[in-house]
């Protein structure tokens, strides 16, 4: 019977060692990605309030873990994190750098830094609204004419933890058009 529960166990720890899955995030009520954990594989919401003391996610990924419920004080992670501490009611996340267009960010829009993340001309991100000057999916711009733009932005929009798009252009690049300047809200 001893040999048996130490099976159990080596199995249980074994599970929770395992890294994340891509695009998965994993929050941990211990140090050292142990205890009980919370999974995500996109925005979530419907965290009650969570004390994280460690988080894993997938390498090359990032995630914004946050405070408020509706993605309100977050911080940026950009890797796993065996020992930390803060109370996590919301996460999503964060856009990559999409390399396949080589366009250069607008001054002030680019690499993660006091709440503005990369997203190949970025996003800014307020309390209410996140701006996205040339959204992307999987590593590219997203297609769209001006008939298919609005429910392509609030695709984008919901699947970057927002409910609407609220302000959309597209934008003509070698004969295809692509979505730009979306604003993403909660309300219009």
């Not at 919401?45 to 004390?51: A, E, G, L, S």
């Not at 919301?90 to 997203?119: D, E, M, Q, Y």
């Not at 690049?173 to 730009?180: K, N, R, S």
Request: hydrophobic share 45%; charged share 15%; proline share 6%.
């Amino acid at each position: 019977m001893p040999v048996m529960l130490l099976t159990m166990l080596a199995a249980a720890v074994a599970a929770q060692a395992q890294p994340a899955a891509d695009n998965e995030l994993r929050l941990f009520s211990r140090g050292g990605f142990a205890g009980a954990s919370i999974s995500a594989v996109g925005p979530r919401r419907d965290i009650p309030p969570f004390t994280v003391k460690s988080v894993q996610m997938a390498p090359g990924t990032s995630w914004e873990l946050c405070n408020g419920e509706t993605f309100t004080h977050c911080k940026i992670f950009s890797g796993s994190d065996k020992a930390m501490v803060m109370t996590v009611r919301s996460v999503r996340p964060v856009a990559a750098p999409i390399a396949s267009t080589g366009a250069v960010p607008p001054a002030g829009l680019g690499a993660a830094s006091n709440g503005v993340v990369g997203a190949n001309g970025g996003s800014l991100r307020g309390l209410a609204s996140e701006f996205f000057v040339t959204p992307g999916s999987g590593g590219a711009r997203i297609a769209a004419d001006q008939a298919s733009m609005t429910a392509r932005a609030t695709e984008f929009c919901r699947a970057h933890g927002w409910r609407l798009s609220v302000h959309t252009r597209v934008q003509a690049v070698g004969g295809v058009t692509y979505l730009a300047d979306v604003l993403c809200a909660d309300e219009q």
